[in-house]
Each structure stands twice: as structure tokens, then as C-alpha cells.
């Protein structure tokens, strides 16, 4: 999925593992750079701006690509 960012897939998978492998889940709250995130988000339901722009940026970047490189018949 190129065009979403990472932050749901993230969420997914603890969820996930929350219910299936606690310990799995545990082990992505304590990873160093995306523990910060999760642990934000379970606590104050809250995504960073700067993430939030990334993901932004990102999307209309690949938008742009699509854009530019599709052949419209």
C-alpha cells in the first residue's frame, strides 16, 4: 500500500498483538523509535504534527508521481 502512511499499519499490529502475543506488543511499545508513537496514542489518543505532516507530504508526493507518470487514454 504505497500511498498510506505507516501509523495504521502500526496501530493495527498492536492491536493485534495486544490481543494475540502480549508480549509482542509490549516489545513494539518499547522499540525505540516507534514506542514514542504508540505509547502517545494510547495515552492521549494523539499523532504528532510533524507525523502528520510527513504523511501528508509523502501521500501528495505519490499522488504527484501517479499523476505524472499515468498514461490517460
Given at each position: 500500500?504505497?500511498?498510506?502512511?505507516?501509523?495504521?499499519?502500526?496501530?493495527?499490529?498492536?492491536?493485534?498483538?495486544?490481543?494475540?502475543?502480549?508480549?509482542?506488543?509490549?516489545?513494539?511499545?518499547?522499540?525505540?523509535?516507534?514506542?514514542p508513537?504508540?505509547?502517545?496514542?494510547e495515552?492521549?489518543?494523539?499523532?504528532?504534527?510533524?507525523?502528520?505532516?510527513a504523511?501528508?507530504?509523502?501521500?501528495?508526493?505519490?499522488w504527484?508521481g501517479?499523476?505524472?507518470?499515468?498514461?490517460?487514454?
Amino acid at each position: 500500500m504505497p500511498l498510506l502512511p505507516t501509523t495504521p499499519f502500526l496501530l493495527v499490529a498492536l492491536w493485534a498483538f495486544a490481543r494475540g502475543a502480549p508480549d509482542l506488543a509490549d516489545k513494539l511499545r518499547a522499540h525505540p523509535k516507534y514506542g514514542p508513537y504508540i505509547r502517545d496514542w494510547e495515552d492521549r489518543r494523539a499523532i504528532p504534527r510533524k507525523a502528520k505532516a510527513a504523511s501528508v507530504v509523502m501521500m501528495s508526493a505519490s499522488w504527484t508521481g501517479l499523476a505524472l507518470t499515468s498514461h490517460s487514454t
